[in-house]
């Protein structure tokens, strides 16, 4: 399906729902959460039961947490760049930077796929959440730029380019994302929704867990270790855009259309198939510098989300590592 033609389709479905917030206006866009935790008093419980490997002998360190900090979510971003919010009908706190050759059709694209998120998530968070404690659903901020953007993060500059998330901001980078759409738009839901599923991490309190634990396991000098726990968040992540896509499609039939084909299916299956350490690495691969997790792991994991409706198969970090 062409992207004009689902741009229209899911268009019609956005268009019967309450999907919209109210807008921020704010230069440091992490205020938005900052101000979002101080108004609900947000606290949190995690509960870290975690084994892994070290030298060949299994080692955990539980430990319960409670009024912990996110520190993901705590972090000031300005974007150094300049850029302008996105005027469009789908969902708010959409910015895109200036100057950068991003078409409309592009814009109204990631807008329209990140208000089916944030529609699927304010849905299912609680399911996935599942009393484990961490923080109410809020829906990220996205930023669209062009092969590089120049951040000021925790009062470091940083250059990063491609896909990817932190803060309570997805930043999607259309030159990456011209070259998984060559085929079908369907590589775009796949890695926006995995994305996403960072976010919804955060909220949970997974992305602060593993950081943690990495800096203990570094601190031992366990580099694998800390990769390995690296993975099962990617791999968790690629779930979580199962589950999407999985909505997607069911969306469509409720609605007698159609979003996500069967054929769509296998194009994210060989998009996840060509991202996997593996492939990308090819004859320097090896487990000590996997740090995303293989093709067939990545491939597994979204078709684990894809199938699993009741997210069963969430808890990733209670799964031995040749359960992956």
Known sequence: ??????????????????????????????DYYNESKRAKGYSNQTEDGYDTEKSEE???ES????????????YDIDILDDYDEYDN???????????????????????????????????????????TGGYDYFKPILVVYKDEINLLLEGEEAVRSGCFYTSGILFVDSAQMEEVSMDSVAPIDY?????????????LGDMDMVSKRQY???AKRDNVGA?????????????????????????????????????????IIAAADSIGDDVIMGSYYSAELSDHGTADQRKRWFMNGYKDDDFKKRNIFD????QL
Request: hydrophobic residues 35%; glycine residues 4%.
């Open 1 to 30: 399906m062409n992207l004009s033609k689902k741009i229209i389709i899911a268009l019609s479905l956005l268009c019967t729902s309450a999907l919209f917030t109210g807008c921020i206006s704010s230069s440091v866009m992490s």
């Open 58 to 60: 299994e080692y955990q």
């Open 63 to 74: 430990t319960s947490q409670t009024g912990n900090e996110y520190s993901y979510i705590k």
């Open 89 to 131: 009908d789908y969902i708010d706190d959409v910015y895109y930077i200036v100057g950068q050759d991003i078409t409309q059709s592009e814009m109204d694209y990631y807008s329209m796929i990140m208000a089916l998120l944030d529609r699927y998530w304010s849905e299912d968070y609680d399911n996935a959440r599942d009393n």
């Open 191 to 203: 890695v926006m929704a995995h994305e996403y599923g960072h976010h919804i991490q955060n909220l």
């Open 216 to 218: 203990k396991m570094i």
């Open 227 to 267: 990769n390995r726990l690296n993975i099962r968040l990617e791999l968790q992540a690629d779930y979580y855009a199962g589950r999407f896509c999985d909505y997607l499609e069911d969306l469509g039939d409720a609605n007698d259309t159609e979003i996500l084909s069967v054929d769509n299916i296998v194009e």
């Open 319 to 322: 799964l031995n590592d040749e």
